[in-house]
């Protein structure tokens, strides 16, 4: 210890710890600007490489073979460079194709190279691709966040809700901004709802699963309660959630209807916004006027926009959705409740005596064709026998029942038909 060259943490000066905070600051900045400098640079000549095979390809009629030699080459030039596989040297193509005049101004030129694979494989449209790099950039979106988004199509749910925003929020800025923060509908198929759900059961599903519900409600809000309590005179009344946005800098309150929007509706929630606009609201810290979003399964947009009229509240009428419907060939092959009811029925009369189901054999089917089978095997029959109670022997009949996944039906779980 020299003593003179060293200083003891009690003999700092004051404000040090000040100017270390403000350094590292400014360190980390720099880091995450040549970071991006960097990025940017990467996609520019990616972009570069595409285009020049694009313009080869297109002129001579080069194909995949030559990617393929060009890739090799590339590598053994530069030994330490990744991203010249023939795969990435494909998305570059595809790059220059998705955007022909130029990327260095665009925000999709600031993603990282993953993010924009992604892009170029799920989104064809031009203008949907622009937004989702648009909003992953402005929102620092994460690869998987960015896929979540693309595949609940948010791009075609971004501020759809019918509102009155433009006649009650001050300021054409604000105005766009209110309406980009509602979507319609909201996708929260992340919810494990009965059938017969009540508001009550939906609102405790979102507060459960808050974490999901926040990121599909999109950045910028912070949640402040549910059941918020709202004294009035001598009633109190709840609102059902209630949310603070730090772009807008408002509240924002959410009531939950299970069945499609009512006119009344609209009239509860006014009543509601106006109380925290007068309980809660500082506008002299910069607040804007709080945002009221009734959220429905469904709506009648017309009765909605004879709803909306003359309420100088700011309002907005959405839906969800709790449920992602199946695309139509995995529907058409799951069996209906009737032929699922028969199964049951069926293994019940076999098995009179056991309390649990070890295979379910499968209806016969009417169109089923009526060909000849070969003999089963011994191994066959021993399988076959183990499905059925130990006292009963397998079935004798030379034309084989088909099992469960033959005849469309998935085997359940350890049962002898699962495998």
């Known amino acids: ?11 700092l000066p004051a ?5 270390l905070e403000q350094v590292k600051t400014q360190v980390r900045s720099a880091r995450m600007q040549a970071a991006r400098v960097v990025n940017t640079e990467l996609v520019a000549l990616y972009w570069q490489i595409g285009r020049l095979i694009l313009a080869r390809q297109q002129a001579e009629g080069w194909g995949t073979r030559v990617i393929d030699r060009l890739a090799a080459d590339l590598r053994a030039e530069f030994p330490g460079m990744r991203g010249f596989s023939p795969r990435n040297l494909v998305y570059m ?36 691709r ?39 929020i001050a300021g054409g800025a604000d105005t766009d901004l209110a309406r980009e923060l509602v979507s319609d509908p909201y996708d929260l198929d992340f919810l494990s709802l009965h059938p017969d759900y009540s508001e009550r059961d939906l609102e405790d599903a979102l507060v459960a699963q808050l974490t999901e519900f926040l990121a599909e409600l999109g950045a910028g809000f912070s949640f402040v309660g549910r059941q918020y309590r709202l004294p009035v005179g001598d009633e109190d009344f709840f609102v059902d959630l209630l949310f603070f946005h730090l772009g807008l800098r408002c509240f924002v309150v959410f009531e939950l209807k299970v069945g499609p929007a009512q006119p009344g509706h609209l009239g509860q929630l006014h009543f509601y916004v106006n109380v925290v606009d007068d309980l809660l609201r500082r506008p002299e810290h910069g607040a804007g006027p709080t945002i009221g979003i009734l959220l429905a399964t469904d709506r009648n947009d017309v009765v909605v926009e004879y709803a909306l009229r003359g309420y100088d509240t700011p309002l907005a009428v959405s839906t ?22 028969d199964v049951i029925q ?32 011994s191994s066959a029959r021993t399988w076959r026998a183990q499905c059925y109670n130990s006292s009963t022997p397998p079935p004798t009949a030379t034309r084989r029942t088909r099992t469960p996944d033959e005849a469309g039906f998935p085997a359940f779980p350890g049962s002898c038909l699962s495998g």
Do not use: C
């Open 1 to 11: 210890m020299t003593g003179e060259a060293e200083l003891r943490a009690d003999a």
């Open 15 to 19: 404000g040090y710890a000040t100017l």
């Open 320 to 341: 969800y959705t709790t449920h992602r419907a199946l695309p139509g060939e995995v529907r058409d092959a799951l069996p209906s409740p009737e032929e699922l009811g």
């Open 93 to 128: 193509r595809t790059l220059a194709a998705a955007y022909p005049q130029t990327i260095t101004q665009q925000a999709a030129a600031q993603l990282p190279w993953g993010h924009l694979m992604m892009l170029l494989d799920t989104v064809p449209d031009q203008q949907a």
């Open 130 to 168: 622009d937004w989702y790099a648009a909003q992953a950039l402005g929102h620092g979106w994460s690869r998987n966040v960015l896929s979540h988004h693309i595949s609940t199509e948010r791009y075609r749910r971004f501020g759809k809700a019918p509102n009155n925003f433009a006649g009650s």
């Open 346 to 377: 069926q293994w019940r009369r076999r098995n009179p005596s056991t309390g649990a189901p070890r295979a379910l054999p499968a209806p016969p089917s009417p169109t089923a064709t009526r060909t000849a089978r070969p003999r089963r095997s």
